[in-house]
Every structure is written in C-alpha cells, then in structure tokens.
C-alpha cells in the first residue's frame, strides 16, 4: 500500500523568509502532484512532476522530484501572507489514475 | 470551461435519511474522482470512474455508499442512510489522462444530524 508523508504537517511562517515542505512516499512512482487549498474552499493545481528531477516554479514556490530518493519537496521564497493555506503532495501508482493524498501541510502567517 | 460542478453545495440532513450528490466532470475529460475529505481522515479516495466505468470502489465505506456514473456529463454518489458519522466534504473531480492532474469541484459539506 503506498504511503505518502508530509512534513512538518504545520508551519508558522515569517514575513520574507524561506521554507521547504517535504513529501515523502513509500513506493516507485513518478507522478507527483501538489494542490493548494484554501480554508473552506477547493483543492487547487500547482505543480505536475512527472519525473525523476522534474522542477517546477510558480511565482514564490518551486518544486521537485527526485523519484530515486521517493521525495518531493515544495520550497517557499520570500514568505508572503498570500500563500497561508494548506498544501497537498499526492502520488500516482503506474497507469492507475488513483492518487494518494498526504496529510497536508498548513502553512500560516506569523503576525 | 465552468470546471467541475457538484450540488449541493450545502447539505443537512437527519440521521437515515437518503443523500445524493451530483456532479459535473469537465467537459471531455474521461475519469472521475469521488473524494471524502474530513479532519481526521484527510482526503480519502471513494470510486473513481474511467469512460464511466468504476475502475476502483476499494475506499466505499460501505454497503450505504453508492456511486453510479450513468453517462460522460453526469456522476452520483448516494448515501443510504445516512449516519452522523458520515459528515465531511464531498469532493468531485475530474481529469483528462492518467499523468495530468485532476481538477476539483468546489465540494458538497454534508452534515448528518
């Protein structure tokens, strides 16, 4: 059964700072997804990584894949109070449309 | 595109009565996703459908949960009855291949009293 961790599960952020959110999983895969979700809302895209040192970058956020260690880490730039919401990695097995969800990571703004 | 649409959007019921979900899949894309999100559970994958096929019901709780997928546009997902326990968002999606992303519908909270 695949597993998929993340890490840390909750983060206060600072204004200006950087911050990396890990993803771990337990099997061979190389389809990683990440999501934002907003409080009370929707789960959103960010990132498709479809292989083994895939980067992507959006604005503040930058993420990759490195299949071989089975993580996926989201790094943060320059903390802005936009990006406080929580962040999903998920994982796809093989042709399997099927994703597995990690627990989130809930980043909030340190006033 | 109007993305995915589900309905309600809102849902309070009482304990044994009859739930259904509606949803709308994106135009043209051929697999659909039922998902169960609450904050002990995280977001859990029910059944999901391709080219309206149930593919994998494994995450159905159980015998009152029901999804049928009767045409390309237009997927349910039933709860009969329903019991308190069953409260959480509701989430639909949809998505084109298998390496693309899925695209959530904005959620259906139900809450069993």
């Known amino acids: 059964e695949l597993k998929v961790e993340q890490n840390p599960l909750f983060l206060s952020m600072q204004e200006g700072k950087n911050y990396t959110i890990y993803c771990n999983y337990s099997?061979?895969?190389?389809?990683l997804y990440w999501y934002r979700q907003d409080p009370g809302k929707s789960l959103e895209s960010l990132f498709v990584?479809?292989?083994?040192?895939a980067v992507k970058q959006e604005g503040r956020l930058m993420a990759s894949l490195d299949t071989k260690a089975r993580l996926s880490t989201l790094h943060i730039t320059a903390a802005v109070h936009d990006l406080s919401a929580t962040y999903f990695c998920?994982?796809?097995?093989?042709?399997?449309?099927?994703?597995?969800f990690g627990k989130g990571t809930l980043l909030t703004m340190n006033p | 595109d109007a993305g995915v649409i589900q309905s309600p959007r809102h849902e309070v019921t009482e304990m044994g009565q009859e739930v259904t979900l509606r949803c709308k899949p994106i135009?043209?894309?051929?697999?659909l996703f039922w998902y169960r999100q609450t904050m002990m559970r995280g977001l859990e994958l029910l059944i999901y459908?391709?080219?309206?096929?149930?593919?994998?019901d494994s995450g159905m709780p159980e015998d009152r949960f029901s999804a049928k997928m009767p045409n390309a546009s237009f997927s349910t997902l039933k709860i009969q009855p329903s019991e308190p326990r069953d409260s959480a968002v509701y989430f639909c999606?949809?998505?084109?291949?298998?390496?693309?992303?899925?695209?959530f519908g904005p959620g259906t909270r139900l809450l069993v009293l």
């Open positions: 999606a949809s998505g084109d291949r298998v390496r693309e992303t899925q695209y």
């Open positions: 990584l479809l292989s083994n040192g």
């Open positions: 459908f391709n080219n309206n096929v149930p593919i994998d």
């Open positions: 099997t061979t895969s190389d389809r």
């Open positions: 135009s043209g894309h051929n697999s």
């Open positions: 998920a994982v796809g097995e093989g042709s399997n449309y099927k994703l597995t």
